[in-house]
């Protein structure tokens, strides 16, 4: 953690929400604050696990939202609709 985004960092301990192996992961907020991490799941398959309001751990089971060889997810909210995006598992190639 650190006060500020730029600053020094302290590490406080590892984490494997519901126990699943990630490569590729992000965070998202709700608007009434509930914290999500969005990851890839060992390449295949894409989860969604709501985190407790420290974030430090999840606080529900998580949800498979595509059992495709994805990476790079990244969640979002506009225009009143969820989106989700995702790379291609094309590692250093362009997708097709």
């Known amino acids: 953690t650190s006060s500020t985004p730029c ?3 302290s590490f406080r301990h590892a984490l494997r929400p519901g126990g699943l192996r990630s ?4 965070l ?3 608007s009434h604050r509930l914290a999500y991490r969005v990851q890839d799941v060992e390449h295949k398959a894409v989860v969604i696990l ?3 309001a420290d974030f430090l751990n999840a606080s529900a089971a998580p949800v498979s ?3 495709e060889r994805r990476e790079a997810p990244c969640l979002f909210r506009w225009a009143g609709r969820y989106h989700l995006l995702t790379s291609g ?4 190639n362009p997708n097709p």
């Open 7 to 9: 600053g020094r960092y």
């Open 23 to 26: 490569f590729d992961a992000t």
């Open 28 to 30: 998202f907020q709700d």
């Open 50 to 52: 709501r985190l407790s």
């Open 65 to 67: 939202v595509l059992h």
């Open 89 to 92: 598992l094309t590692w250093w």
